[in-house]
Nanobody, 115 residues
Framework: QVQLVESGGGAVQPGGSLRLSCAAS????????MGWYRQAPGKQRELVAT???????NYADSVKGRFTISRDNGKTTVYLQMNSLKPEDTAVYYCNAALIGLNLWGQGTQVTVSS
C-alpha cells in the first residue's frame, strides 16, 4: 500500500523552528523526487521545496535561506527543517512524491505561526 505520512506540524511563535517529516511506504523511495508543498486558507497550493533522487534541491524564493529539505533513503523519509518562521508560513504542508507518470500526496500537516 502506497502511503506518505507527514508529521511534525504544530503551532510556533514567529522566529521559531519546526521540523516536518514524511515517511513513505509502498514505493521505491530512492527513485522519486520528493517535495513539500503548502496551502494557506483561500490560496492555491504552492511549491515549498523539492529534492531529486540525486540530492539536488530547489526552493521557493520565499523560503530560501530559512528552510532546508533533506532525505534519508534508508529510512524512506524526507524532512523539511523550517527556521525563522513567519506568520505567512502558516499553511497545511503536504508531502509529494513524483516520478514520471506518478504523483503521490500525503494527507497534510498544519503549521501555524502566530504570537
Amino acid at each position: 500500500q502506497v502511503q506518505l505520512v507527514e508529521s511534525g506540524g504544530g503551532a510556533v511563535q514567529p522566529g521559531g523552528s519546526l521540523r516536518l517529516s514524511c515517511a513513505a511506504s509502498g514505493i521505491i523511495f530512492s527513485m522519486y523526487t520528493m517535495g513539500w508543498y503548502r496551502q494557506a486558507p483561500g490560496k492555491q497550493r504552492e511549491l515549498v521545496a523539492t529534492i531529486t533522487s540525486g540530492g539536488n534541491t530547489n526552493y521557493a524564493d520565499s523560503v530560501k535561506g530559512r528552510f532546508t529539505i533533506s532525505r534519508d533513503n534508508g529510512k524512506t523519509t524526507v524532512y523539511l527543517q523550517m527556521n525563522s518562521l513567519k506568520p505567512e508560513d502558516t499553511a497545511v504542508y503536504y508531502c509529494n512524491a513524483a516520478l514520471i507518470g506518478l504523483n503521490l500526496w500525503g494527507q497534510g500537516t498544519q503549521v501555524t505561526v502566530s504570537s
